[in-house]
């Protein structure tokens, strides 16, 4: 949040049109960043190649740069970085806020990092010191440190005064916190608290006692979900003595309930998460990590395979029932997909926590049968429609129509079922409910599917066809 | 965000004793509920019957039950505010935040609302018709009015008195606007701007030019999009004249993102969007949504047993080909379903854009191929090793497994090519991408897989077992 010259917005098609010309036109991107805010300008510069790129930047005031730099939404930020002379970097890396810079830092190759670190002012290389020892999806690994302190003891108006004469040192400060001579947090407070308040109250008399932290170790998305769900601003982070270590921002927040809701999501469709978007991600790097599932996938779909030998004979005698198998499994695959995509989003959001397994369990049952019931019903039409004008299914299409409609209400009750009760298991285990739950349930209930279809199969044919 | 007196955080552990104490005895509910911030408190009453929610609010100071309806996670909050008796309805709506009230009232029935409406202050009468025209999911909709306006001519040091003397009356502000006498944005001002400002400047010299708006029909997505972006605390809402007519938080916005990404997720998991969470939702309602999609996928899935019969003699006359199918087009099912997400996503986030189709569809033709060739190897290894130790695939393995392996490149090939490039479709005709895209594109490759499949066998089986 550097302050920078003001700056008009651009509609997003009028972004997209610079962005087309910038692409097909590199040197003209300077001039067109010089007009843009920060995050729209970063935009247009992950459209450029990596060497034009660094060379627009480094055509930028030092000021412009940086707050190019603090946008997380520029990407190869360590590798522009490391296309500058060191000195500019390191004048780039001293002006950064703290949690933006440690970021970049952290993906800087050592090579580079330990020949720039030493340019920095020696508060600034402790200070990413420091930060760098978080695992970087902790609270510790995404604060800020840049906060002001004050004592308990001190006048409103010595405060603001305080915070006065801090602010014109330092550009961007979001929180105020109240902190006894260890450094322990006493309390919070906001610059409207302190404008609100008598100017000659203490500040423990106006400050907001016991105010939400978190603890430096816990999780990114723990934090992220404190942040919303108490409407804060920023929350303090602190370490295991209750000490104040720095603080971190609802807008980091939203970028990491955004990368966390791709996670989720890519996890969902089948596959590790990317960590990376889809156009920088290197194609190797994206066939690898789609291809670990698939064929986990495809080696427990080869029960298929398996399950439909041992009904081979039935098929020989009756292939009418063959052409039923990919209908029949699918619909068992797609039910357990929805029931799954349900229970694993009503967890995330705590809507259902892991005691409710029965009472899902009983709406599942009875969502099953109905569901069932519908598709078998279709099923059984279809069956009984095409009889009537033509000899496809023989003269046995009576029974061949109720063995797909007692088989789809068996598949559909058992895609449900293991549908909503898988992302529990899952849980229960310590594992992420999100982790393929969807494709998995699909390859589980395509395996027993085909049993329960020849099952029914033996036992409504058994006489006729069979 | 209403004062309120200070209350101690509660572990998520603690919370959940709590909550399942307050379940089996709802009578020490309202003691329990003192104890806990609002957050806390609205998911100890979301777990109540009605009746015992609505009592135990009604125990509640005016101000803790005005916290508490101010929380968008408290569940049914208009069907409670309906239990209280009218007078006590009236007092916590006139003490809401205008966003949050305006929520509730949209909620009413019509009979209540002309009950409830007349006992307000005139005021508030009129803002709530104000907000009321908005729709609910647009910037006017979510949109708070309670913003602090000051003109450009008057000094520092007077808006900093005005704020004072307002905020004495009202307890929660978030946003100085600066307009002129039309009511027209001029700039925007942080408490903390004005602090650190000299004192004799005029607002019009240190306020912050050409803030971001937003337009009050803008949808609340784009809304949540543009605060992510630009880092805002909050935008300010204009109509088509640029007249300021409230504004919209990030913390407004951090719920409407969780909110779309459930919405998102429901849909890619092939159900339309519930809009309540899964346990409140009625049974009747939940197998309604899910049916709908369900009986689509279940009717182009029929496409299936189509496919299958013009390749009835076939089977026939090589019932081991049937074995195989389900393990065919579940791998070019899985493989369409991983690449339509990743696509969905992509494009949601804006790092690929509908022009990108061309070098998405290059990318996912190189990794068609190469995740087509490592699930082939497999599938031929699998009918080699076998046909090792046993006969079951006769002594035509060899071809068998040929069959297997060139039926699986061009299916998973298909697969991702449909996947990648459907979710480009949609958006391009005006759909959302996310809309059943997986489950559908699974439809398509399973019924198209069965041609690929049966077409490669009937080429390479030619002379041998067909």
């Known amino acids: 949040m550097v302050e920078q010259k003001a700056k008009s917005t651009v509609t997003p098609e009028l972004l997209d049109r610079l962005r087309m010309q910038v692409r097909s036109n590199p040197q003209t991107a300077t001039e067109v960043i010089d007009q843009l805010k920060a995050p729209d300008a970063a935009e247009v510069i992950n459209d450029l190649p990596l060497e034009d790129a660094a060379l627009t930047i480094s055509m930028l005031p030092v000021e412009e740069a940086v ?118 947090l006493l309390g919070a407070l906001s610059v409207r608290d302190l404008l609100v308040a008598n100017p000659h109250s203490s500040i423990k008399q106006v400050m907001r006692r016991y105010p939400i932290s978190v603890n430096c170790m816990d999780d990114q998305e723990l934090v992220a979900r404190k942040l919303a769900k108490y409407n804060l601003l920023a929350v303090p982070v602190v370490d295991d003595k209750g000490r104040v270590l720095g603080y971190v921002t609802v807008d980091d927040a939203l970028d990491v309930l955004v990368e966390e809701h791709t996670e989720d999501v890519q996890k969902m469709g089948g596959m590790e998460a990317l960590d990376e978007p889809y156009m920088t991600t290197p194609l190797f790097s994206l066939i690898r990590k789609r291809a670990g599932w698939l064929v ?39 039910s357990g997909s929805q029931a799954a995509t349900l229970i694993i989003r009503a967890l995330a959001l705590g809507e259902v926590t892991l005691r409710d397994w029965w009472v899902v369990m009983r709406r599942e049952i009875f969502s099953g049968l109905t569901l069932g019931t519908i598709l078998g019903s279709i099923g059984f039409l279809r069956v009984a429609m095409w009889s009537v004008f033509t000899d496809v299914y023989g003269p046995h299409w009576l029974f061949i129509g109720v063995t797909i409609f007692l088989s789809l209400i068996g598949v559909v009750l058992w895609g449900t079922l293991s549908g909503s009760m898988l992302p529990f298991i899952l849980k229960k285990l310590g594992f992420d409910p999100a982790t393929s739950s969807a494709p998995f349930v699909a390859t589980l209930v395509d395996v027993t599917g085909i049993v329960i279809y020849f099952t029914v199969a033996a036992f409504v044919l058994s006489g006729k066809l069979l």
């Open 67 to 184: 707050a190019l730099f603090n946008e997380p939404s520029l990407e190869r930020r360590h590798e522009i970085l490391a296309k500058f002379e060191l000195e500019r970097a390191a004048a780039i890396l001293s002006e950064m806020s703290s949690d933006e810079r440690a970021d970049v830092v952290r993906r800087l190759e050592m090579k580079y990092r330990e020949q720039v670190l030493p340019l920095l002012p020696e508060s600034v290389q402790n200070e990413i010191k420091f930060l760098l020892q978080f695992p970087p999806t902790t609270a510790g690994g995404i604060m800020s440190t840049e906060f002001i302190r004050i004592g308990p003891d001190i006048s409103v108006s010595e405060a603001l005064n305080h915070i006065r004469a801090v602010s014109k040192r330092r550009l961007h400060f979001y929180s105020i916190y109240v902190l006894d001579e260890d450094g322990s």
């Open 296 to 334: 986990v996938l495809f080696l427990s779909e080869m029960l298929t395979a398996t399950a439909m030998g041992y009904f081979e004979d039935e098929i020989a005698k009756a292939v009418v029932l063959a052409l039923f198998v990919p209908l029949i499994i699918s619909s068992g695959g797609n």
